[in-house]
């Protein structure tokens, strides 16, 4: 039988509890695809999904160390709402890519919202928490050429669909 493994494209039903709440899920949707060995998903989980095989449930506890890090402990930095896409929306928890001093894609998630104020941060909402995954592996198939060019899968057979 087929075992998650590097440059695998993998379907998980997955439910994320944080501090007791549950923060996201797949449960009643789609399930969510993702490339194994790509960053797609936090090390903890995909460690933990490493060599299991469709049907398989994993509950798993990642640390921050192995989930979104640890809080850098700078304050969110204020900048003007007209900084963004006019027709972006722009709440809490979202998420943009802003270039970092070397070019590359750098992560900003929206901490809060002032008035005409966003204050950003490169802290990931759920840094410093313990993630706890309830995950059930739904299929597991080869990535394309295209998709490990990518980095990320595409539609269920691995058509370009954005
Ligand atoms: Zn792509």
Redesign the pocket.
């Known amino acids: 039988m087929t075992q998650v493994a590097e440059n695998k494209v993998v379907l998980i039903h997955y439910t994320l509890t944080v501090d007791g709440q549950v923060v996201d899920s797949s449960d009643g949707g789609d399930p969510l695809p993702y490339l194994h060995g790509h960053d797609n998903i936090v090390p903890g989980l995909e460690n933990a999904l490493s060599g299991t095989e469709t049907g398989k449930k994993v509950q798993v506890s990642v640390d921050p160390s192995e989930g979104y890090g640890q809080p850098s402990g700078t304050a969110p930095q204020g900048v003007p709402r007209d900084a963004f896409p006019e027709d972006a929306p722009v709440q809490p928890g979202m998420q943009f890519f802003v270039q970092d001093q070397g070019g590359n894609p750098a992560p900003i998630w929206i901490a809060k919202v002032e008035g005409e104020t966003v204050f950003i941060t490169q802290d990931h909402p759920l840094a410093g928490k313990t993630l706890e995954f309830d995950v059930e592996v739904v299929s597991i198939r080869e990535a394309t050429s295209e998709e490990l060019q990518?980095g990320?899968p595409?539609g269920p057979d691995g058509t370009?669909s954005?």
């Open positions: 990518h990320h595409h370009h954005h």
